[in-house]
């Protein structure tokens, strides 16, 4: 039994001026024990996705299963196997750390100290605080205490609505640290986020682009199907640059990323040429070109287009 399994998945929205597709047939399959990562731009459908899969929504049509049980018939059984982290930081802002955890504990008729083992890699980096009320907490504190009131009762299959989102990097490699020390548990951690570099952090991804998936596979694998020469280039005038590379007909894309611009022709014949006749033709200054590896980044931005 597959811990997770979505089939067909549809939801709309309604707005005053049109029907929007939230999710468009999601279907994907989540194995015991994995990291599998939702991974998608803002508007995607990412938290939608999640709130069918921990009941609390209801899609418009298809069906979805959570440790064996329908999201639809047996909400109630889900409710207590599973481990929920919204988006937005959802504790007790007037409650201490301490008090929002024995509160999410005695939810699930048990205690801290049942399954203080599970919590104590994590709680206990917030625990000299645990008299501080939650509200008065900094991002990665109030990450780990939701983390913490997210697994008090052991779960099977744990959602995470894009956990490290606004929170600062050295925060999110611990957060990440901890996700790959509860997988060792065999805990199923489903995580959504915006940052594609999370990406290579799971066991498998699944790319989503306004509602529709567009690829579900390792890591290495979405990689791999990035088939044509990519390049890299930079020069002191970027946005000119840019501009002039796509004005070329013979440009497939063309996009920014950090210090470069990274670059794919149409045919493979002659790229490098190509781009330094058009830097040649701008007149541009301190341009450097070379030939790069794709990134799960390019390979989202590649799959858009086809």
Not at 240 to 245: D, G, P, R, S, V
Request: proline residues 4%; hydrophobic residues 40%.
């Amino acid at each position: 039994m597959k811990p997770v399994v979505v089939e067909n998945i549809v939801q709309k929205y309604c707005t005053k001026k049109t029907v929007v597709d939230a999710l468009n047939s999601i279907s994907f399959t989540v194995e015991k024990g994995e990291i599998f990562g939702i991974i998608g731009p803002d508007g995607a459908g990412k938290t939608s996705l999640f709130r069918i899969l921990t009941t609390l929504l209801l899609a418009e049509s298809g069906s979805a299963h959570v440790d064996g049980f329908d999201v639809v018939k047996d909400y109630k059984q889900i409710r207590n196997r599973i481990g929920y982290m919204p988006g937005k930081f959802s504790l007790y802002q007037d409650l201490s750390v301490q008090e929002n955890l024995e509160f999410f504990a005695t939810i699930f008729n048990t205690s801290i100290q049942e399954n203080y083992d599970l919590i104590k890699d994590i709680y206990q980096q917030i625990e000299p605080f645990k008299d501080r009320k939650a509200g008065a907490l900094s991002g990665g504190m109030k990450q780990k205490l939701a983390l913490s009131c997210a697994l008090i009762h052991k779960p099977s299959v744990l959602f995470l609505d894009e956990p490290t989102t606004g929170v600062d990097a050295v925060s999110r490699k611990e957060f990440w640290e901890m996700l790959h020390r509860l997988k060792t548990q065999g805990i199923t951690i489903l995580v959504s986020t915006a940052y594609m570099d999370e990406a290579t952090l799971c066991d498998r991804v699944a790319l989503i682009q306004k509602g529709s998936l567009l690829s579900v596979d390792t890591p290495k694998g979405v990689i791999s199907q990035f088939k044509k020469p990519l390049w890299a280039i930079r020069a002191n005038e970027m946005y000119k640059l840019m501009n002039a590379i796509k004005e070329d007909p013979a440009v497939e894309s063309c996009y920014p990323f950090g210090q470069y611009h990274h670059v794919v022709f149409k045919t493979q014949e002659n790229s490098r040429q190509k781009l330094e006749n058009i830097a040649q033709k701008g007149n541009y200054a301190g341009v450097e070109i070379k030939s790069i590896e794709p990134n799960i980044e390019d390979c989202f931005m590649a799959l858009m287009n086809n």
